[in-house]
């Protein structure tokens, strides 16, 4: 259907996308509307900027309570029950769209549509107007145009049909609902219910931020609501410490001590809240500063004081016996993983040659690296490796019986045959000489003396456990027989 001018009003076309039902229902002042509507920017792609079917909520408006956006009323007022129409509305009809819009989205992500709990003085207040928290409406409110709203009338209520709530009210009748939702919460408090209590505290504070956007900041009207929302604030916050939620209330008192210096309650409170999560520096602060504001609190505030210094003793105890018994708990992990774990590998398969050739070198050592004497000390740990050592140099003179150990010996270690300083132990038939087999019978003449020295007594390898002597060769691993791992 074409577009047709509507009558009387200036800067509306209209166009009906689907006819209603019946005739035009009547709205008088109180009238509750449902409708759905979708907002479109006026270019090419007609940008969807809002849409409460996609937000899965209807728009509820009352008729007559000076809703911002005015221009809404006078667009319902010409539709019938199911209805949807399309209407384009002048830049002189939606320079209020962008604020209408922040509430309307708030609500419909479950948040308040007026920023009550926030308190800012009038300098962050001129700031915060420049921003509305979406980048779509700080363009639109920067630079107004027109714009399509698409509407689907779905219920119409007149007053005596519905219970209006606050937000229906209008200002006069909001400020007679106050003093009501306030001894309605103070009466759930004393039962206990303290959840229903915020509920009632919080829908008085509505009403009043409601009127308060209103008025001119700071001065004497708006300062009469200031006064009022700030003591259902404080009712809401006692509410909160019940129900220890105890950061909303540090929250909630620190908005209302940053405008108002001399709220004495708000400093108590944050300061009971404070000591509840074992804040002691800030809760006494708070503590004293309320003894500054009213003297009469003294004994108040000594039993406090009491209060906060033994809980924070009994916290601090309960930290260091925590932190005391973590710490040993480590230190028996950290020993069970050295225990489990040895810095060296034990080889899965050993021959008894092969082990008894390796308990003359320190693990993690490269043969490259010891000289004469570091092998001589790294053999000391019993006498049965002295006699496996003289059993070895024995074996020498045999080439036929050492050969089979030898290339064993050899396919185990590769990367010592090339750099490796001979031993005895590994010397092949073919090089054994006289001058090598004097060398070893000195060897094993140094082991004999150095074992009966006293300054190179050897150590158990077993720390607290029995002499060494009972400890068979073929249960001593090469990882139990480093530096590391004897008795100093």
């Known amino acids: 259907m074409e577009d047709t001018m509507m009558l009387g009003v200036e800067g509306i076309k209209k166009s009906i996308l689907y006819g209603g039902a019946g005739e035009k229902p009547k709205l008088v002042t109180g009238t509750k509307v449902t409708f759905h509507f979708r907002t479109q920017l006026c270019n090419d792609e007609r940008t969807v900027i ?7 909520m209807p728009m509820e408006l009352v008729i007559g ?16 029950i199911g209805e949807v129409a399309e209407f384009w509305c002048d830049v002189i009809h939606t320079g209020m ?26 300098m962050a207040n001129m700031f915060a107007y420049h921003s509305l928290g979406y980048d779509d409406l700080d363009e639109l409110q920067k630079e107004p145009q027109p714009l399509y709203f698409v509407m689907e009338l779905l219920k119409v209520q007149q007053p005596s049909e519905y219970d209006r709530e606050s937000w229906a009210l209008n200002d006069e009748e909001r400020l007679k609902a106050v003093p009501v939702l306030h001894g ?22 509505m009403c009043i931020k409601n009127v ?19 003591t259902l604030t404080l009712n809401y916050c006692q509410c909160l410490l019940r129900m220890e939620e105890y950061y909303e209330v540090i929250e909630h008192t620190t908005d209302i001590v940053n405008q108002h210096p001399g709220a004495m309650k708000a400093f108590y409170l944050r300061g009971k809240a404070h000591m509840e999560v074992w804040n002691e520096v800030e809760a006494r602060d708070d503590f004293m500063r309320v003894l500054d504001l009213d003297p009469g609190m ?10 906060l210094k033994m809980r924070m003793e009994l916290k601090n105890e309960e930290d260091r016996l925590k932190y005391k018994g973590m710490f040993t708990k480590m230190a028996r992990e950290q020993e069970s993983l050295e225990l489990e774990n040895p810095d060296q590998e034990i080889p899965e398969q050993t021959s008894p040659e092969q082990e008894t ?14 000289t004469g004497e570091e092998q001589n000390n790294s053999t000391q740990t019993s006498p049965e490796k002295i006699t496996s050592a003289q059993e070895v140099t024995q074996e020498v003179v045999s080439q036929e019986e050492t050969s089979t150990d030898l290339s064993s010996f050899d396919h185990e270690i590769p990367e010592q045959s090339t750099t490796q300083n001979v031993t005895p132990e590994q ?62």
């Not at 809002?50 to 899965?56: H, I, L, N, R």
Request: net charge negative; glycine share 4%; with cysteine.
């Open 212 to 230: 308060q956007t209103k008025e001119k900041a700071w001065e004497a009207p708006w300062l009469r609501l200031e006064k009022m929302a700030n």
């Open 357 to 370: 050739s390796k308990e003359k070198q320190s693990p993690g050592e490269a043969p490259v690296e010891q």
């Open 65 to 80: 309570n000076m809703f911002k956006l005015d221009v809404w009323e006078t667009l319902l007022m010409s539709m019938h």
């Open 184 to 205: 309605q919460g103070n009466k759930l408090f004393k039962q206990g219910r303290y959840e229903d209590a915020t509920l009632k505290y919080k829908e008085a504070i």
């Open 298 to 307: 003294k004994k108040t505030i000594k039993k406090d004081l009491a209060v």
């Open 97 to 122: 769209y962008p604020i209408v819009a922040k509430s309307l989205r708030r609500i419909a992500a479950g948040k308040d549509p007026v920023d009550w709990h926030i308190h800012t003085c009038g």
């Open 427 to 488: 010397s092949t038939p073919e090089e054994a000489t006289p001058e090598q087999l004097e060398a070893a019978q000195t060897f094993l003449e140094q082991l004999a003396s150095e074992e009966t020295s006293p300054e190179h007594t050897p150590e158990p390898t077993y720390p607290e456990q029995a002499d060494p002597d009972l400890v068979s060769l073929e249960q001593i691993t090469p990882s139990e027989m480093t530096p590391e791992n004897t008795t100093q």
């Open 50 to 56: 809002d849409d409460s079917k996609k937000a899965g």
